[in-house]
Nanobody, 124 residues
Framework: QLQLVESGGGLVQPGGSLRLSCAASGFALNYYSIGWFRQAPGKEREGVSC????????YYEDSVKGRFTISRDNAKSTVYLQMNSLKPEDTAVYYC?????????????????WGQGTQVTVSS
């Protein structure tokens, strides 16, 4: 059974850092592109970043470019999202998702498998 489990969320002060992990089981992660998404209270889920299966190329939304870094360790079946210089507006539940399909980097309907999410709260 294909499963994605996020971890690493928590409460952090503005300017702080967190590293989220997305652990995959039940499938070969290296064949899948992985995206990170977030959903703040009262808002729609939005794409943040993704990393491709083919060449490891990465994509970032403008709001996180230069602050977030996505990476993957296929041997550990894990994808990471390093988040630095966090802002209160980064507060959200963060989800990872997997897809075999090509398409727009963080288009939600491209992704078939989703984790349950991990809460990130940026507050002083």
């Amino acid at each position: 059974q294909l499963q994605l489990v996020e971890s690493g969320g928590g409460l952090v002060q503005p300017g702080g850092s967190l590293r989220l992990s997305c652990a995959a089981s039940g499938f070969a992660l290296n064949y899948y592109s992985i995206g990170w998404f977030r959903q703040a209270p009262g808002k729609e889920r939005e794409g943040v970043s993704c990393i491709s299966s083919s060449d490891g190329s990465t994509y970032y939304e403008d709001s996180v470019k230069g602050r977030f870094t996505i990476s993957r360790d296929n041997a550990k079946s894990t994808v990471y999202l390093q988040m630095n210089s966090l802002k209160p507006e980064d507060t959200a539940v963060y989800y990872c998702a997997a897809t075999l399909r090509h398409g727009a980097p963080v288009r939600l309907d491209r992704y078939d498998y989703w984790g349950q999410g991990t809460q990130v709260t940026v507050s002083s």
